[in-house]
Structure formats: C-alpha cells, structure tokens
C-alpha cells in the first residue's frame, strides 16, 4: 500500500478528494453494458441503467472559446441514449463558468456540498455510538438487500430492486475497494455508510439515517465505524462531501472543507 497518502496536503487534498470521488462513480463503468470514456477533455460513464445515479459526468475540462460545442460533445452520448446524467463540477473541472454554461445548455443545478477531509489519526475519539445502536459490516445479498432498503427508505420497490441488482456483484465482490455498514436501533435497520478506498485516501459515503432517527448520533457513529475500517486498512486521510444536514456531525468528528462540488442533471425531454 506504497501509494496511501500519509497526511493532509493542503495543496493536493482538493485533488485528493475529486479523484476519490470520481473513481467511485467511474467504478460502474463494470456494469453490463456500460461505457466508460476518458479523455484529455472529460471523463464520465454511461451505464446501461437508466437511472441518473449510474450515468456521470465526473470531470471537464473545455476551453472558453469552444464551451458550447464542447458541452454539447460530451452530453451528445446520453442525448443519444436518451439517459439521464449527472455532471459534476469539482475543483479540476475548467472553465470557472462551466456551471453557468451548463444552465444554459438545459441542465438544472441539484445541489453543492463542500468537500472535507480529516487525518484520521485526529479524529475526536470522545464520540460514542448510542447504546441502542449496533454496526454491522455487509458481506452478503441478504445484508445488502437490508441495507439497499434503509438507504433508498423513501424510494418505491422498484427501484429498491433496481439498485440492489445493479449492485449486489459489484459491492460483494471480494476484492472490493467499498465496504457497506448498517446501523440497527434495537436490532431494527434504521442507518447506512459505506467505505470507498482509491487515489491513497479513504473516503466516506452514503450516510443515510431514517427521519424518525436521526439527531440520536447515529451519523457520528456510521462515520466513526468507516473511519476504524480505514484505520484497520492501512489508511491515514478520510475524505468526503457533505449534505448540510451532515456537516455539522462530520466537524465535530474533525473533518475540514478543502474546496465544493457541484453537481448538475440532465433529462431527456420526455422525462421527468
């Protein structure tokens, strides 16, 4: 593991925690079907899943002069799919007013969150899990259909399911770079996280707490669970982006902003 980083460098961690960020997404390019692309212009995937979570555009970089004929370059291949997609704009994407061309080409801004980053080794270890709470790691489908089901706990069962197929070989394979927890309040699944190692760095992803539990630490707690995972995998920096419910948790447990990410959809006209 002579490629994890040691410490936090204030003048790469920003890079550090776009790269991470965009290997996970770029990870479902080994779905059935899917097409990765990546060039010296942009970097994105088009998964044979029609949903916008499976289908990314992760990094951009177009000249001023030509932004409009470049942005309709990149989105030409989901135009023709007619998939939805995501495009994120992070501290490597180019020009500055990328977001402003991408307004303007359709897309609609969904939401920006900073993105954070801890030396793991100081983190606040004075915070507990709740008594009440208990941690499990998911090694098969029974548990990640659990845990699909606590995460995705607003969403219809079609897409439950659609998620769980999409998943339940990629993040069960052994050699694995992510590895999900679920939270249960007296044995009942009420919270997620997930663990993603890449680019030397340990990121944290998908803390989700069901609306009747939240404001009990669990957040801290499925946090804390990743970070010991990291900590037992050889890593030093944990990296991540936060909702502004989660920001809060995530500073008190040490985590620091480093830079934002923005992130753009876009829809074929007939949907939605």
Do not use: K
């Amino acid at each position: 593991m002579s490629d994890v980083v040691p410490a936090i460098d204030q003048a790469t961690i920003a890079g550090l925690i776009e790269a991470n960020i965009n290997d996970y997404l770029l990870s479902y390019a080994r779905l059935p079907g899917a097409v990765r692309h990546e060039d010296a212009e942009s970097s994105w995937v088009a998964a044979a899943e029609s949903g916008a979570t499976f289908n990314s555009i992760v990094l951009a970089r177009v000249q001023s002069t030509q932004i409009d004929r470049q942005i309709d370059a990149i989105l030409d291949p989901f135009r023709e799919r007619e998939q939805p997609v995501d495009w994120h704009v992070g501290p490597g994407s180019e020009p500055a007013a990328l977001g402003d061309a991408l307004l303007r080409h359709g897309l609609t801004f969904i939401e920006e969150e900073p993105g954070m980053a801890l030396d793991i080794a100081g983190m606040n270890a004075a915070i507990t899990a709740p008594a009440e709470l208990t941690i499990e790691p998911i090694h098969d489908e029974a548990g990640l259909r659990d845990w699909i089901d606590t995460w995705l706990f607003r969403a219809p069962d079609e897409l439950r399911e659609a998620h769980f197929q999409a998943r339940r070989t990629l993040w069960l394979e052994p050699e694995r770079p992510m590895q999900c927890f679920l939270g249960r309040w007296n044995g009942a699944p009420v919270a997620t996280s997930m663990l993603y190692r890449g680019h030397g760095v340990a990121a944290v992803h998908h803390i989700v707490t069901r609306a009747e539990f939240r404001r009990r630490g669990i957040v801290s707690a499925l946090t804390m669970r990743v970070l010991h995972e990291a900590t037992q995998r050889g890593y030093h920096v944990a990296v991540l982006t936060a909702s502004p419910d989660g920001i809060g948790s995530y500073q008190r447990i040490g985590f620091r902003s480093y830079c934002s990410v923005r992130r753009y959809a876009w829809n074929p006209p007939n949907r939605s």
